[in-house]
């Protein structure tokens, strides 16, 4: 039908936007987050999008692999994907998300480059391919399983302000107290009407964590929680947590480091456990499995397990395994979100609300501004493609932020050594 149509060029534009001073094992986060809009543009004049990392490093793979794609048709995925691996190594070798210092900035993990390049390009042709077959991209990918897909409401410890004052302070004020915790949950779920709340935690010393995890679950009864250190706690912290919060965890997210770590806590706890750090290619799924698989619910992520196609088949092998599915989320906007509901609604297998950090931002890029929630779910797009489109003056906007800001690699712990020059982010820190 479209086969004579065939990509013309590919824009990247690095984009900025304001993102609050939110806690968590590695540090703090700075005033600006980074991400970058992909444009495919194709001989019809039609253009596909998508939103994924903008660190540096990213970018400049970006660069690398956008020729690469000029004259291909957009439905040929595989061909897209052949010429992405023969121009892009992983320079580097599988990580864990783990290293003497916490990373928690997939944006600039080398040994992602080629799934994270893959997936850039994959939802953006797809995009393309809902515009000309008249179906959105939902349907390309195998038709709903559901017509809404619920997320969570991820709490932060937090400050008021960024500590360099660059704008106006955000509406959720401090999140240090129990209280305070209370108060953003009460926030966040009157405006969005989420029905599961995760608590990013790791970042203060876990009896605060701890407390403000039973206050929660005492202002929320039978709301299903979580609590995510990134990996902070050693074996002995996350297995005394676990009993402190016994009754109340819908699952525990990356307690401990390392896969061998969560499998000594598997062992001694009967709460399932979650990452977004273990499992995050298909070589740890392995190793899990090898393991008996102390992780029960892989929290995956298009942006860097390779695309949405992918993020499928992995919800087939989670699904073999006897093993659940859900979604891990950094700081994004609407076209990302839009892309992660399209798979979501997609994936039978899915029963646990997604991970967003959706309501700590407060711009968007696509046309219409912020994206609607109706309890606590989004509803999945009708129209072509994607079914959203770039707000060219956004575009324009935090594209402009980003040649102002400074920031060109996120680095949560720089940021925090601003605070106490004495933070060395070693972990587990507890
Ligand atoms: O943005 O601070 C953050 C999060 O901690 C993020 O970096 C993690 O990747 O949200 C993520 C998680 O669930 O581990
Ligand atoms: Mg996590």
Redesign the pocket.
Known sequence: MSKQHTIRRVHVTPIAFRDPP?L?AAGI?EPWALRSIIQIETSCARVGINETYGDQAMLDVLAKAAPALEGLSPWDLNAMETRVRALVQPDGHTSEFLGEQIS??PGTHVSKNVAKVISAFEVAMLDLQGQLANAPVVDLLGGAARDAVPFSAYLFFKYAEHIDKPYAADPFGEGIAPAQMVAQARRMIEQYGFKSIKL?AGALPPEQEVAALLALAKAFPGAPLRI?P?ANWTVATSLKVVEQLRGVLEYY??PAPGLHGMAEVARASDVPLAT??VVTDYKEFADNVRLGCPVRIV?SDHHYWGGLRTTQQLARLCQTFDMGLSM????HLGISLTAMTHLAASVPHLAYAC?T?YPWQDEEIVQGGRLQFENGSLRVPRGPGLGVSIDPQALERLHDNWLHCGTRNRDDLGQMRKYDPTFTGKQPRY
């Open positions: 939110l968590n986060h928690l900035a990013k995510d990134n997210e990356d977004n750090m929290l891990h989320s950094n700081s991970d950090h």
